[in-house]
């Protein structure tokens, strides 16, 4: 089966239990071809359950422990957590965790620090000498009393802060005052991105976070893993963190780090950097789709693969139309309109490189407003209907030998060959941005003779492949046409 990944939350999920309801749509999920959910952090937030999970309080509390205002995370209990992973394997769907090792938030306890001060724009210019300041740094988890982890974290862990809208490099004996050495250059250096920032260089934070990965594994079963902010940290933590697990535990781990970066050069030598053990979501593939959205008829089809990680690495691609980030209100809002997004999930659903991963909000919609009130937005629903069909062809039809017919400013088309193995596979399709029109394309002789259907046009309609495998497709204006053999 063509792997799938499905991401079960956004940015906005409400505060009721997610995971009764992952397991309520875990046989839909199955039927629908899903291989890997993508489920959100799973662990304490500093926010307790108003925030999704990314500001790090307790890795060690899965919603556990009466912290930060509740027992319950946001997304539910320890308890229904574990229910819904099981709910998913048994269906033979494996599980990616959402993990952010990159920051602490909301410390327990302040200190006094050693710091200097740098300029918020170049984090590699100190603009004060060495002074003290207060600080929360330290995190003690008064709730959890030492269970599973006796380990306090205090500013010997961290490498810097920033306080009164201040960024500080902490100068403790592994930091020396400096920054990690990471591979994004914005701002100097772009180690700090919030919090408390960790710091990978002490040996005892690292045994830390391994130490907790190894129960973590063996507390839930997850098979995978989903890694928060990777341009924020050295190229040699993760490397090191996920040959532990494979060692230690025998298992291999399907790995997908986030870069969020619109040029493709930095994503390849982060692949490179860290020996090919991580895939990459392909955010160079979004902002090209989210242009194309723009800009209508004027976009050139030909190009929506120009400077993707799907176009020069597609065995490292993993490939998405928005994410929690993306949607609007978020600080890298950069959502795909409505009209394009079957046919942006049409060239990642469909198509023979890369692993697609489907949005929420895509699929189940979403309503919510600004913190003001001032806006409501409800995403479109008639993507779900349409979404719901390119799953099933993913699963169904598109295998086999790809041929492509990027030929046309406003009109790209590929054909799918399908497959001994999967009875009736085998598709074509056509992307249209402005007008509409036709394309002959070739899909194999072995199919000679079959009639095909277009599922999002009249089904009445049917082509003939003729003695060359080959035949006239359609396309309507401004749509997608899936072709598919009648059955």
């Known amino acids: 089966m063509n792997r799938t990944i499905f991401q079960f939350f956004h940015w ?16 839909r999920m199955a039927d629908l071809g899903i291989t890997n959910v993508w489920l959100p952090p799973a662990y304490k937030s500093a926010r307790g359950t108003h925030e999704p999970g990314y500001a790090v309080y307790d890795l060690f509390d899965l919603g556990e422990f009466d912290q930060r205002g509740s027992v319950r995370t946001k997304y539910g209990t320890k308890e229904d957590y574990l229910a819904c992973i099981n709910a998913f394997h048994e269906k033979s769907i494996g599980i990616l965790a959402d993990i952010v090792l990159n920051h602490k938030v909301f410390a327990d306890e302040e200190e006094d620090v050693p710091v200097k001060e740098v300029d918020i724009n170049n984090r590699n210019e100190i603009i004060s000498e060495e002074h003290n300041i207060r600080a929360y ?4 988890f008064p709730g959890r009393h030492g269970q599973y982890s006796d380990f306090t974290w205090d500013w010997h862990s961290f490498t810097g802060i920033k306080v009164d809208g201040k960024i500080y490099v902490i100068m403790n004996e592994h930091t020396n005052g400096t920054w990690d050495d990471v591979m994004e250059k914005r701002y100097g250096n772009y180690d700090f991105l919030l919090g408390c920032d960790i710091e990978h260089r002490n040996p005892a934070v690292r045994d830390e976070l391994t130490y907790w990965g190894k129960w973590y594994v063996e507390t839930t079963g997850v098979s995978g893993f989903r890694l928060d902010a990777v341009k924020h940290m050295s190229t040699d933590f993760f490397p090191e963190w996920l040959s532990y697990l494979k060692e230690t535990l025998q298992r291999d781990f399907f790995c997908v780090g986030e ?4 040029d493709v050069e930095p994503l390849l030598h982060y692949i490179e950097a860290t020996h090919n053990m991580i895939q990459l979501f392909d955010v160079p593939l979004h902002f090209n789709f989210h242009q194309a959205s723009k800009s209508g008829g004027d976009y050139d089809l030909r190009q929506i693969f120009d400077n ?24 890298l809002e950069s959502w795909v309109e409505p009209w394009f997004k079957p046919h942006a999930y049409a060239l990642i659903l469909l198509r023979e490189q890369g692993i697609p991963s489907v949005f929420f909000t895509d699929f189940y919609g979403a309503h919510y407003e600004d913190t003001k009130g ?7 629903l008639s993507v779900v ?14 295998y086999g030998e790809q041929r492509d017919y990027f030929d046309h400013a406003n009109i790209i088309g590929w054909t799918r060959a399908g497959i001994q193995d999967m009875p009736n596979s085998g598709c074509a399709v056509l992307i249209s941005n402005r007008d509409g029109g036709e394309k002959n394309m070739h899909i194999g002789t072995e199919h000679v003779g079959k009639k095909m259907i ?9 082509i003939t492949v003729n003695e060359n495998g080959e035949t006239t497709f359609f396309v309507d204006a401004g749509k997608i046409a899936v072709w598919i053999f009648k059955q």
Request: no cysteine.
């Open 374 to 380: 001032e806006q409501t937005f409800n995403i479109d």
């Open 259 to 262: 870069y969020w970066k619109a």
């Open 454 to 462: 277009n599922i999002f046009g009249d089904h009445a309609f049917e």
């Open 308 to 331: 993707t990680l799907i176009q020069q690495k597609p065995e490292m691609a993993i490939t998405f139309v928005d994410n929690h980030d993306t949607q609007p209100l978020q600080a």
């Open 137 to 140: 740094t330290k995190f003690t």
């Open 12 to 27: 906005y999920s409400p505060e009721e239990n997610l995971w009764h309801y992952a397991v309520d749509q875990s046989q």
């Open 385 to 398: 209907g349409e979404l719901e069909q390119l799953l099933v062809t993913r699963k169904t039809t598109a």
